[in-house]
């Protein structure tokens, strides 16, 4: 079974600064993908950003940006420019490849608060 | 982008009562439906995956026979909690896929059993 941590319970950050929130997992699979997501208090799950694992480069979107370290399994997410929107928890998840039998479901890590500091 | 409604986003009910929580993705047909659960200051735990037309699978732990699941239709997906107590009180969240894409996630449904 994969299983995913997160070792920061809880990160704050100045406003405008860059911040990066840890996350590593556990899988014996070659094949797989990796996800943040943001959680406000709403409680929506907004995603923020996806790795494919056969993928080397480092995926972007706009100021979230990922470190990816296959071999390490590691995968955290920089926040460039906090801003106060930003302030959620943040989860990173994991999720098998397609393998042609049907989707596999994300296993989370515990997740991060973030607190942007105005 | 893709949207998956969930429904009702709130019930309150009292405890023995039988509850189901919809799930429809809206302008998609989804290949599978996911449904999730989420305590308090905790993370979403997967309790059971739903493909339409067949069985749902359950996660380890999770009664079948509690948490029944119906995929009767490609943009459907039911969840009903049977004989409800107050330790099933939770946020159930469902969410969709198709292909190989993300997933999209309904808004919730928060459950509090009396």
């Known amino acids: 079974a994969q299983t995913v941590t997160q070792s920061q319970p809880e990160m704050s950050v100045q406003e405008a600064e860059t911040v990066t929130l840890s996350c590593t997992y556990d899988t014996s699979e070659s094949d797989y993908y990796l996800f943040w997501y943001k959680q406000p208090p709403s409680r929506q799950m907004i995603l923020v950003i996806r790795?494919?694992?056969?993928?080397?480069q480092n995926a972007t979107e706009n100021r979230f940006s990922v470190n990816f370290q296959k071999a390490a399994k590691s995968f955290s997410l920089k926040i460039s420019d906090s801003q106060l929107g930003d302030a959620a928890m943040y989860f990173c998840a994991y999720r098998s490849a397609w393998s042609g039998g049907g989707a596999d479901g994300l296993t989370f890590g515990k997740g991060t608060h973030l607190i942007i500091q105005p | 982008g893709a949207v998956v409604s969930q429904h009702p986003s709130w019930v309150i009910c009292k405890s023995g009562t039988s509850v189901k929580i919809e799930c429809r993705s809206l302008?998609?047909?989804?290949?599978?439906m996911f449904w999730y659960r989420q305590f308090p200051k905790q993370s979403l735990m997967l309790m059971a995956t739903s493909n339409e037309g067949s069985k749902a699978t359950y996660e380890q732990g999770v009664e079948k026979d509690k948490f029944l699941i119906n995929h009767a239709s490609l943009t459907l997906s039911t969840l009903t909690v049977t004989s409800a107590h107050p330790e099933d009180s939770s946020f159930y969240i469902c969410?969709?896929?198709?292909?190989?894409?993300?997933?999209?996630f309904g808004d919730g449904t928060r459950l509090s059993i009396l």
């Open positions: 969410s969709a896929i198709f292909s190989n894409q993300p997933q999209h």
């Open positions: 302008d998609f047909q989804a290949t599978t």
């Open positions: 790795q494919e694992a056969y993928k080397q």
